[in-house]
């Protein structure tokens, strides 16, 4: 059964550095998606991709943040200079089009990141 | 902007028996989706079970089912014959295509006692 697959799947780095985190989503799906976990609260939504372009994100995703898909396969986050609030579980999903089972979001098993 | 609450921070329930977690949105549109999601301890998340607001019948997948009452925004889901699997974080998700994302809960533990 196709899956999301992340890299690496935890990630540790010193405050201030570039983190980039990566995701090959289902082949066949279009919509990319970025969300993050602090441990222990809920799952917040950063970023939506479609079309190679961005099509929604949240207050999260700053500057500091940015997504790209340099591939026809892999999805990235990258993150510019890491804070200490940035430590998180980060998941990348993807859906395919509309249409019966389309909204459904299929999850990676997410990539720790833990930003000293 | 849309909200979902999960009002039980945490829940525990004799293996075997029934379990109901509760799940209330807020939205003012008409047509969305929702979901329950299951994270282990693992904290892969595995998708339990879908419910499309336009359809009146409630969503079941063995063991697990839904009760939708869309004019209360509630979407609770019922574990029947719990299992010792079944423990773990469940999160109830609301989705709406324009705006194109998942909005959580907060989430409920679940613990399955033997």
């Known amino acids: 059964e196709p899956e999301v697959t992340q890299t690496p799947s935890h990630q540790v780095t010193q405050m201030g550095q570039e983190v980039i985190l990566r995701c090959v989503p289902i082949?066949?799906?279009?919509?990319f998606y970025w969300y993050r976990q602090i441990l222990g609260q809920k799952v917040e939504f950063l970023v939506s991709f479609y079309n190679n372009e961005i099509s929604e994100k949240s207050e999260i995703f700053d500057d500091q943040f940015s997504v790209e898909r340099p591939d026809g396969s892999n999805f990235t986050l990258k993150i510019r200079s890491t804070k200490l609030e940035d430590s998180a579980m980060y998941f990348c999903?993807?859906?395919?089009?509309?249409?019966?089972?389309?909204?459904?979001?299929?999850f990676g098993p997410g990539t720790r990141l833990t930003v000293l | 902007a849309q909200t979902v609450t999960q009002s039980q921070p945490e829940m525990s329930v004799q293996e075997a028996e029934t379990v109901t977690l509760s799940c209330t949105y807020d939205?003012?549109?008409?047509?969305?989706?929702l979901f329950w999601y299951k994270q282990p301890p693992s904290r892969q998340m595995i998708l339990v079970i879908r419910q499309e607001a336009y359809k009146q019948q409630n969503a079941t997948e063995n063991r697990f089912s839904v009760n939708f009452q869309k004019a209360a925004k509630s979407f609770s889901l019922k574990i029947s014959d719990s299992q010792l699997g079944d423990a773990a974080m469940y999160f109830c998700a609301y989705f709406m295509e324009y705006g194109n994302k998942l909005v959580f809960g907060a989430g409920t533990i679940l613990r399955v006692k033997s």
């Open positions: 082949s066949n799906h279009l919509y």
């Open positions: 999903a993807s859906r395919e089009y509309e249409g019966a089972g389309g909204y459904e979001q299929f």
């Open positions: 939205t003012s549109e008409s047509d969305y989706y």
